[in-house]
């Protein structure tokens, strides 16, 4: 936890004492675990969960997304198609009544 603490930015005061006072807790239940060191840490820690919490309610409803540009990508509608390639559009019907045909049987 105290790694991923370090990464986080903390905003304010309160914060940065809490995180300081974990470290400083951690440091000393790595040396002698105490109870009374290890009640403040499991405090400690609810205060900085209340904390989070209160910063960072969860919220249910709509958030934009970020603007963009827009851009077309491929070809423009309005221009016109290209013609097809020789003898695609005979396979095509030619597909379509083989499939229409071997339905029927």
């Known amino acids: ?3 991923e603490l370090r ?3 903390l905003p304010t005061r309160h914060l940065d004492g809490l995180l300081a ?3 400083a807790n951690l440091d000393a239940l790595k040396e ?6 290890l009640k403040r840490q499991m405090q400690l820690l609810d205060e900085l969960r209340i904390t989070l919490r209160v910063l960072r309610r969860p919220e249910s409803g709509y958030e934009p997304s970020l603007p963009r540009w827009q851009v077309v990508r491929g070809r423009v509608l309005d221009e016109p ?3 097809p390639l020789p003898g695609y559009e005979e396979a095509v019907k030619e597909y379509y009544e083989l499939l229409t045909t071997e339905g029927r049987h």
Do not use: F, G, H, I
Request: proline share 17%; glycine share 0%.
């Open 7 to 9: 990464n986080v930015y």
């Open 21 to 23: 006072e974990l470290t």
């Open 32 to 37: 002698s675990p105490d109870p009374e060191t």
């Open 81 to 83: 198609a290209r013609p």
């Open 1 to 3: 936890m105290r790694k």
